[in-house]
T-cell receptor, first 113, second 112 residues
Framework: EAQVTQNPRYLITVTGKKLTVTCSQN?????MSWYRQDPGLGLRQIYY???????DKGDVPEGYKVSRKEKRNFPLILESPSPNQTSLYFC????????????FGPGTRLTVT | GDSVTQMEGPVTLSEEAFLTINCTYT??????LFWYVQYPGEGLQLLLK???ADDKGSNKGFEATYRKETTSFHLEKGSVQVSDSAVYFC???????????WGAGTKLIIKP
């Protein structure tokens, strides 16, 4: 089954404790992206990647890091989480040919206290 | 810059009612337009799209027409079901880096 998986689905952590949210897709997609969803703000892009070892900032990259060492994986790293990073996070992937037709993971709800 | 404005929700309707969710946009150039749907507890999924003016996208009984003269892409369905309860996002293709520009989302609640 074609899918994007994220782990964990729920995470409660404390300020400053490094964490990683994993994202994996099995569709051989070139393009992968991370979004955060906050009430009333829609989705805002954090980082994206057009292929292995090619990543770039989206609209709200501060406080986040990503890497793309393999085509299928695109982890999101919070080196020192803060309460304003409490949010619902989505990973998405697509082909470059149809980059706007994205497949989304189920989401990770992160709470930073 | 480019932007998308959606009607505020929640929108509450009875089953079999007619649905319209308004979406207007501001964009330079000729973007493609999209509706995505997010069912409770799930990620977003593409519902329909239109790539040029006067195109009509349709899927699962939903329709939306790309109106360049009114810069709109309103979502419609003739008879909604309880299973249509979800959050609906309007989006347009940005100018760079395959970025989607998103509306804030409209929550739809259908009562039996």
């Amino acid at each position: 089954e074609a899918q994007v998986t994220q782990n964990p689905r729920y995470l409660i952590t404390v300020t400053g404790k490094k964490l990683t949210v994993t994202c994996s897709q099995n569709m051989n997609h070139e393009y992968m992206s991370w979004y955060r969803q906050d009430p009333g703000l829609g989705l805002r892009q954090i980082y994206y990647s057009m292929n292995v070892e090619v990543t770039d900032k989206g609209d709200v990259p501060e406080g986040y890091k990503v890497s793309r060492k393999e085509k299928r994986n695109f982890p999101l790293i919070l080196e020192s989480p803060s309460p304003n990073q409490t949010s619902l996070y989505f990973c998405a992937s697509s082909t470059l040919r149809d980059a706007y037709e994205q497949y989304f993971g189920p989401g990770t709800r992160l709470t930073v206290t | 810059g480019d932007s998308v404005t959606q009607m505020e929700g929640p929108v509450t309707l009875s089953e079999e009612a007619f649905l319209t969710i308004n979406c207007t946009y501001t964009a330079t150039g000729y973007p493609s337009l999209f509706w995505y749907v997010q069912y409770p507890g799930e990620g977003l999924q593409l519902l329909l799209k239109a790539t040029k003016a006067d195109d009509k996208g349709s899927n699962k009984g939903f329709e939306a027409t790309y109106r360049k003269e009114t810069t709109s892409f309103h979502l419609e369905k003739g008879s909604v079901q309880v299973s249509d309860s979800a959050v609906y996002f309007c989006a347009l293709s940005g100018n760079s880096n395959y970025q989607l520009i998103w509306g804030a989302g409209t929550k739809l609640i259908i009562k039996p």
